[in-house]
Every structure is written in structure tokens, then in C-alpha cells.
């Protein structure tokens, strides 16, 4: 019996934009698959309806593919694959496998051969580094830094010195309710010259990119409380 395909599908970054950030591609992937490993069922299923595919939501199986799932349970998630079914990998925002639980799916496919199917979608961490200005060719994509204000101000003051040495573009994020933090903690931990890009609610109607230095953005405030938000530094 041939093996299914394990489809990676990109969710929207923001409310209401399905309509031009997704692909027919996409739409054609999700109106004909009938299993789902999704972070969260509740808004994955929000996600199918908004794409208003015809889809009827009772013959849709998820299961559960979260930060929380132990490796061992991934056998039993994929056996749909290995019995010929497909099976689509639904990112909470973004695309699936890029700071996201969906990779554990992926090198479980690559080990059984299993055939896996990325579609293109939008990505918070590659638009942001689209519009920082920043170098393309060097970057680093760090996650969440550390909580403890002390350790992530070492952790910045690090990204700073390896950004300068390589001439590497450093991206970061924060969980939402934690980037005003995160800008203070940046602003008074990075050298004034060094250029921060800040870029949040990306693909929204008020979708806001812009990149200064240190000095610039300490006298240009910005409230980012609740908004996800992309930050990258470059030194020169």
C-alpha cells in the first residue's frame, strides 16, 4: 500500500487576511484532506470555516501536535501515513515547522519516507527580515530569548557581538504580553548605533516595519503590549 503525504500548511498571521495571504494551494490541500495535527483543534477549525471551503468540519479528524507532545506519541500520530492516508500539519500562525511543533511530524516523516509537501505561506519571521533592510544572505533565527531580565540582557549583548563579528541579522521574538519588555530590556542593553527592526501585525491593515538605531528608537517610543511582533538587530 503506498504512503500518504504529509502536507505542511501555513495559517494567517493575522485576522481577516486569508483572502490574500492564502494560497489556492492551500485551500485545495485543506478542502480535500480529512486529518490534521493542529496545536490547537478549537482554532483550526475556526481557520477551515474562514476559508469557507464547503467543508464539512464532522468528517475532519484532528489530533493534538503541541510544544507538550512527547516524541513517543508521534508513532501513533502519523499511522494514518503509513495506511496511505495523507495527514496536513496546521501551524497556529505562520508556517508549520518554523518555531513551531509540527518539525517533530517532519522528522518522523523524513525517517519512514514519507513523502512531505511544504506549500508557501506567509511567514512572520522571513517578512520581517524581507523589510528590516538587514542582510539576507547571514541571519540567525533565535526563537524566544530568555525570561529573566538579566539573562536576556546577556543574551541580547551576545546577539550583538556575533552580529558584528559575522555581519549576521539576529531575529527574535517575545510572547506578546512581553514585548514592551523586550524593548526596554533591547534599548537599554544594545550599543546606540546598533540598527533594531521592529515589525509587528504583520499582513494586517496596520501592519508597522520600520528600522532604526538604538538612539533613534529610545526617543521614538512604540507600544507593542499584545501585538506579535518580529524584532532583528544588525550591528555595523
Not at 495523507?86 to 518522523?108: M, R
Not at 506567509?122 to 529573566?148: K, N, R
Request: aromatic fraction near 8%.
Amino acid at each position: 500500500m503506498p504512503k500518504g503525504k504529509l502536507f505542511l500548511i501555513p495559517n494567517v498571521l493575522a485576522d481577516n487576511t486569508a483572502h490574500w495571504v492564502i494560497s489556492p494551494q492551500v485551500q485545495e490541500v485543506i478542502a480535500h484532506t480529512k486529518i490534521f495535527l493542529v496545536e490547537s483543534p478549537r482554532s483550526a477549525r475556526r481557520y477551515i470555516s474562514s476559508l469557507k471551503l464547503g467543508v464539512n468540519l464532522e468528517e475532519v479528524h484532528m489530533e493534538i501536535l503541541d510544544k507538550g507532545t512527547p516524541p513517543e506519541f508521534i508513532n501513533r500520530l502519523m499511522q494514518p501515513l503509513m495506511n496511505g492516508a495523507d495527514i496536513g500539519v496546521i501551524s497556529e500562525a505562520g508556517c508549520p515547522g518554523i518555531a513551531d511543533p509540527g518539525a517533530l511530524a517532519v522528522a518522523y516523516a523524513h525517517q519512514k519516507g514519507i513523502q512531505v509537501v511544504p506549500i508557501s505561506g506567509p511567514s512572520s519571521m522571513f517578512l520581517a527580515l524581507m523589510g528590516s533592510g538587514f542582510s539576507g544572505q547571514s541571519f540567525a533565527f533565535h526563537g524566544y530569548l530568555p525570561i529573566d531580565k538579566k539573562e536576556r540582557a546577556a543574551a541580547l549583548r551576545r546577539l550583538e557581538a556575533e552580529s558584528l563579528k559575522e555581519r549576521r541579522s539576529q531575529i527574535f521574538m517575545e510572547t506578546p504580553f512581553r514585548n514592551n519588555q523586550m524593548l526596554e530590556d533591547a534599548l537599554a542593553s544594545l550599543a546606540p548605533q546598533t540598527k533594531l527592526c521592529i515589525a509587528k501585525n504583520l499582513t494586517a491593515q496596520d501592519e508597522f516595519i520600520q528600522t532604526k538605531t538604538i538612539a533613534d528608537w529610545k526617543n521614538h517610543p512604540i507600544d507593542l503590549h499584545k501585538i506579535p511582533t518580529v524584532f532583528i538587530l544588525q550591528s555595523f
